[in-house]
């Protein structure tokens, strides 16, 4: 048992996802209307993205800049399936071409394209949901790293693959839906999804979710592989001569970062109801790049927290004043790097402690086995390890 | 050559956009031999630890280590093959404890799976404890790597290297920036550490060669001046032209 909690990294660790979880399935549904909890369930797919920009930049120094394409690979395939069951004969027939999504028909194609076959079984969309984003990542993972691409070559490289993304999902409209994707689902194997009560569940089982993809990081974190992470990001070539296949280890972070986004992505397409290019290209994922650097980029519970904290702040502010709100991103995100290197997660471990000592004078410090709460004060860009 | 050579470098010879920074080049090092290679800036000595670690690849010839060809295999695989090689400017880990250091370059847990379910070991943690008290480190044990003095983090990569074992180990100017106690240790410790296996030096501080050296190989322009034992090479004029006697 105590081995197992160790795994996780230790009490506190577990209690931090413990506090998340307990926030977002019991305090949010109790305290906000439906309309609301909705917009909470779209930040919270955003948080998948976060978690792993944790493990592949926070501790990999991995930054990639397109981690929208596997937000959107995961969100498409869940809408993929989606779209087929909306597209039945039946609903469909005032088209040329009954039986096939609307746009197909709209775009005179009149046969479901061959990649579109599988996804009427729903066992197979939860394969691809996961398979799909996991393949396209090793092979962009394992051309780079096995040549050694990495740093900033590596951010302008992704990035530029989220730019072909979009282009080529809005150039094929008959294939993809084009700028709009993919709209008006309404079904999961017969369940309405738009109801109440499935928004709910939708609601909860994304949580679920995310406490899973949570654990799997700590457990990665406080690994032998973990500490190789932040090995690999300080001394990578002493990695190398140590007698690790660096590429590999990168390789690997990289996939488990994209399976989370896309994990993210196909509750999104669930509970927001559609899914289309916007969250695929440069642009979404540099935010979500920016909701991990404000929750922290060494803390997998800050960046959940983050990501839902300037998700949120978007919504208010871009709907008051949407030509203001890119600038305080912009700023916010320089602000962060330049001054809270560790993000919102920083603050409060470097803070909480010393409100805390304030109040019990003179207690001795924390022990040593809570080297998250220590107040020690690491140089700026060169964060320390979390998980000793 | 016969198999009492551990490392057999023949023929080696590597070009930097025409410059020859090792050229044609021979050098062979016995089992239980600690070589120091010394010479002038330029000379090519850490190019041939680059050479021998992989991090340089050779434009022609053959470096054979326990009859393999190092020249064809991956830097990691070169480690596995027994070869353990300290940078010139410490390269630890420095965000992570020593105890993480020594630990995260311990053989065993090198793949993506057995790295993620890797279990510390009762031998593992006995195997760490001799190493620290072997680099004077076992007070540290639990402190950040960062923290450590510019000696002592010599001394972590060192151990970083001996943890693994290898049959050849090469250490880039070990007592760089070191105070007097700190070389005399160092010395003491080159010395414990030679025992069943290589290791090649080098260095340029001449007293701490006398303290370690046995044989001796002088490096120039990417060749062998001379080789030999100190006292030799200390009288040798072309050596005392080229280097000792700046």
Not at chain 1, 20 to 42: C, E, Q, R, S, Y
């Amino acid at each position: 048992m105590n081995r197992l909690l160790k795994a996780f990294g230790g009490a506190s660790g577990l209690t931090q996802i413990g506090v998340l979880a307990v926030v977002l399935m019991i305090v949010l549904p109790v305290t906000t209307d439906l309309f609301h909890l909705n917009l909470f369930g779209k930040y919270l797919t955003y948080t998948f993205v976060a978690v792993g920009l944790v493990l592949c930049w926070g501790y990999g120094g991995i930054l990639s800049l397109g981690q929208g394409v596997f937000f959107g690979l995961g969100g498409y395939c869940m809408a993929m399936f989606l779209k087929l069951e909306a597209s039945t004969p039946e609903a469909t027939k005032i088209q040329t071409t009954p039986g096939i999504p609307d746009f197909m028909d709209w775009n005179q194609i009149t046969a479901l394209p061959w990649f579109w076959q599988p996804f009427h079984s729903f066992g197979f969309t939860l394969f691809a949901i996961v398979a799909v984003p996991a393949v396209f990542a090793w092979v962009i993972g394992y051309a780079m790293f096995k040549r050694r691409v990495g740093g900033v070559y590596f951010a302008i490289i992704t990035q530029a693959i989220a730019t072909i993304m979009t282009i080529l999902i809005v150039g094929q409209q008959g294939y993809t839906g084009g700028i709009n994707g993919i709209t008006d689902l309404r079904t999961l194997m017969g369940w309405d999804i738009r109801t109440d009560s499935a928004q709910y569940i939708l609601y909860f089982a994304c949580c679920a979710a995310l406490v899973l993809c949570l654990l799997i990081s700590a457990f990665v974190l406080n690994s032998r592989f973990g500490r190789l992470l932040i090995a690999m990001r300080d001394q990578e070539d002493r990695v190398r001569f140590s007698g690790y296949d660096v590429a590999n280890m990168k390789v690997f972070v990289f996939v488990l970062a994209s399976v989370f986004a896309a994990i993210g992505g196909a509750f999104f397409t669930l509970q927001v109801g559609f899914m289309s290019p916007t969250f695929v290209g440069a642009v979404a994922s540099i935010e979500m790049v920016v909701f991990c650097a404000v929750g922290g980029r060494l803390s997998v519970v800050g960046a959940a927290v983050g990501a839902f904290a300037v998700s949120w702040a978007k919504t208010n502010l871009s709907d008051s004043f949407p030509q203001v709100w890119p600038v305080v991103m912009g700023a916010l995100f320089i602000g962060v790097v330049m001054f809270f290197p560790r993000g919102m997660a920083g603050l409060v471990a470097d803070y909480l402690p010393r409100l805390w000592r304030k109040r019990a004078t003179r207690k001795p410090a924390a022990p040593a086995g809570t080297a998250v709460s220590s107040t020690r004060k690491p140089p700026a860009g060169a964060p320390q390890e979390q998980h000793s | 050559m016969s198999n009492a050579m551990l490392l057999e470098v023949e023929d080696l010879s590597v070009s930097f956009d025409g410059f020859k920074a090792i050229d044609d080049l021979n050098f062979y090092v016995e089992r239980n031999e600690l070589r120091v290679v010394i010479g002038p800036n330029g000379a090519g000595k850490t190019t041939l630890l680059d050479l021998i670690c992989g991090k340089t690849r050779a434009t022609s010839g053959k470096i054979n280590f326990r009859n393999r060809d190092l020249t064809k295999l991956s830097e990691h695989q070169i480690v596995h093959a027994g070869v353990g090689r300290k940078f010139q400017t410490p390269s630890i880990y420095e965000n992570l404890t020593v105890r993480h250091n020594l630990e995260l370059s311990s053989p065993g847990g090198r793949t993506v799976l057995s790295s993620l379910f890797f279990r510390r070991t009762d031998k593992l943690v006995d195997r760490v404890n001799e190493i620290a008290e072997t680099i004077y480190l076992v007070d540290q044990l639990d402190m950040s790597a960062g923290l450590l003095s510019h000696g002592q983090k010599q001394w972590l990569e060192i151990g970083m290297l001996l943890i693994q074992d290898p049959e050849l180990l090469m250490l880039d100017e070990p007592v760089a920036g070191m105070s007097v106690p700190e070389r005399e240790a160092t010395a003491a410790l080159l010395n414990r550490i030679k025992e069943n296996r290589a290791v090649i030096v080098i260095e340029h501080d001449m007293d701490f060669v006398k303290d370690i050296g046995h044989k001796v190989t002088v490096l120039h322009q990417g060749k062998i001046l001379a080789e030999g034992p100190m006292d030799k090479i200390q009288n040798d004029e072309r050596v005392i032209e080229v280097y000792l006697g700046h």
